[in-house]
T-cell receptor, first 117, second 111 residues
Framework: DAMVIQNPRYQVTQFGKPVTLSCSQT?????MYWYQQKSSQAPKLLFH???????NEADTPDNFQSRRPNTSFCFLDIRSPGLGDAAMYLC????????????????FGDGTRLSIL | QKEVEQDPGPLSVPEGAIVSLNCTYS??????FMWYRQYSRKGPELLMY????GNKEDGRFTAQVDKSSKYISLFIRDSQPSDSATYLC???????????FGQGTRLTINP
């Protein structure tokens, strides 16, 4: 089945130690998203890629970076994690709305739960 | 005021009941409306996707959009224990892929 796969499912890191989360997709979608979701809260968009074009949300901290080396893979880098960055990080993908004349639904992976010691 | 309001619950109903989940919103530019189901420790799973006003049915699930009232609903018929999850509404503006989510309603179906 075509899917969005996130690795690892659980990640523990130390305060201030850089960490990288990964996402891969077999849907061949050209838009990829990273969300942060804290307990009992709605997912919050951090940034997204239209192909190679990076789109950052205005309120995303500089501590969060992303890389997309090819269509299938996208990485979330947290340069110096703080205690407030403990959360579930969700990757999602969608088709380009321009290809089909309207917004396209987003499909999510199962997330990486990040803990900070 | 949040752009999308959703009662967080928790909501607990007996098996077989009809469940009604709702969201209200303030931005009249929203055109695309979605419902996602999220099980514990899993990612959101797309249940329903609708454009503009009207109803959409898929099995036991019915989504309704009333743009004049800025109100959307998800109905679950013949609810099952496996429907126990958090339900998130989400919406977006035409041409903008950014989703604005409600807080999510935690639903429990009791056998």
């Amino acid at each position: 089945d075509a899917m969005v796969i996130q690795n690892p499912r659980y990640q523990v890191t130390q305060f201030g130690k850089p960490v990288t989360l990964s996402c891969s997709q077999t849907l061949n979608h050209n838009v990829m998203y990273w969300y942060q979701q804290k307990s009992s809260q709605a997912p919050k968009l951090l940034f997204h890629y239209y192909d190679k074009d990076f789109n950052n949300e205005a309120d995303t901290p500089d501590n969060f970076q992303s890389r997309r080396p090819n269509t299938s893979f996208c990485f979330l880098d947290i340069r110096s994690p703080g205690l407030g960055d403990a959360a579930m990080y969700l990757c999602a993908t969608s088709r380009d709305p321009g290809d089909r004349g309207g917004n396209q639904p987003q499909h999510f992976g199962d997330g990486t739960r990040l803990s900070i010691l | 005021q949040k752009e999308v309001e959703q009662d967080p619950g928790p909501l607990s109903v007996p098996e077989g009941a009809i469940v009604s989940l709702n969201c209200t919103y303030s931005n009249s530019a929203f055109q695309y409306f979605m419902w996602y189901r999220q099980y514990s420790r899993k990612g959101p799973e797309l249940l329903m996707y609708t454009y503009s006003s009207g109803n959409k049915e898929d099995g036991r699930f019915t989504a309704q959009v009333d743009k004049s009232s800025k109100y959307i609903s998800l109905f679950i018929r013949d609810s099952q224990p496996s429907d126990s999850a958090t339900y998130l509404c989400a919406m977006s503006v035409q041409g903008a892929q950014k989703l604005v989510f409600g807080q999510g309603t935690r639903l429990t179906i009791n056998p």
